[in-house]
């Protein structure tokens, strides 16, 4: 009982920060995208190079501040929150200065003792792919029309999936999605999922229609399937690189839940899918 308390206090102080950060904007979204990037990191760093006692300080440091450039520097641009000239001399400053990380960081590895340099190297930037760059350009969803209602939409959406796939899925499922390496997913809670998450649309259609001027309810619908189907696949990701290192969580920093890498498993994919999407739907609709 006390850890069903525990849990439920932390998801709820989790969906309240990112709903105000989103809502808020600006600063308060760089921040938490930057915040979400350096604890992931660091935990998907940890858990890589876990068989070898963990990555060694120096470069996870490195690592980590990489990853940072590249999500501040998405962000800075994408929310325009300094004067046109600033923006583009920020920019072109934070694009050239990861590009010197990347060769940094691969020289580091000629002067590494680890016995393989190659795969250490391989995962550091992967980490790089798979959490900073997702994190950083989500910040675009505030160019689009609509877009801080759309990426709220999102994070609910994907919250509402998430709640679909457990409820459906224990009830009645029974036929096994990805036994190879989630046993407990269920082809009926993937569809449940999907249902909760485009049903969804609908609510949000017609019941706040102000902030969905510029999206019909088609459109809205179809992004619940987009989020829907790459939730799954960002939870299966995860499971695949936590089944390979032979580790249940990725952290503990969330009672109750976890680390960080496991509340945004799914968004690290749901982010550039949603994105892709919803720019398509603009320039031909």
């Not at 001399?89 to 050239?96: A, C, M, R």
């Not at 939870?235 to 109750?256: F, H, N």
């Not at 690290?268 to 398509?280: C, Q």
Request: contains cysteine.
């Amino acid at each position: 009982m006390k850890n069903l308390i525990l849990r439920a206090l932390t998801g709820a102080i989790y969906v309240g920060l990112i709903c105000f950060t989103v809502l808020s904007g600006g600063w308060w979204f760089i921040g938490l995208s930057a915040l979400f990037t350096i604890l992931a990191l660091q935990e998907f760093y940890s858990l890589s190079n876990s068989s070898t006692g963990g990555e060694n300080i120096t470069t996870l440091i490195v690592d980590v501040a990489g990853g940072l450039i590249l999500s501040l520097g998405l962000g800075c641009v994408n929310l325009s929150l300094l004067s046109p000239y600033t923006t583009a001399v920020l920019g072109g400053t934070f694009f050239t200065v990861y590009l010197l990380y990347l060769i940094v960081r691969l020289v580091m590895q000629l002067y590494s003792q680890e016995s393989s340099p190659l795969t250490n190297l391989a995962y550091s930037y992967m980490g790089q792919m798979y959490i900073a760059l997702p994190l950083g350009v989500m910040s675009m969803f505030y160019t689009l029309p609509d877009g801080k209602a759309l990426l709220l939409t999102m994070f609910i959406m994907i919250w509402l999936n998430d709640t679909g796939a457990f409820l459906v899925g224990s009830a009645i499922g029974k036929h096994k999605l990805f036994p190879r390496i989630s046993p407990n997913k269920s082809w009926e809670g993937f569809i449940g999922g999907v249902v909760f998450a485009i049903a969804s649309a609908f609510v949000f259609k017609y019941c706040f229609p102000a902030y969905y001027e510029t999206i019909a309810l088609p459109s809205l619908c179809g992004l619940g399937l987009v989020v829907g189907v790459f939730a799954t696949w960002g939870d299966l990701v995860e499971s695949l690189i936590k089944r390979t290192l032979g580790v249940k969580d990725s952290g503990s920093i969330l009672p109750g839940h976890g680390g960080i890498l496991d509340r945004i498993d799914s968004l690290l994919l749901v982010i550039p899918a949603s994105l892709f999407y919803l720019i398509t739907m603009t320039l031909y609709t």
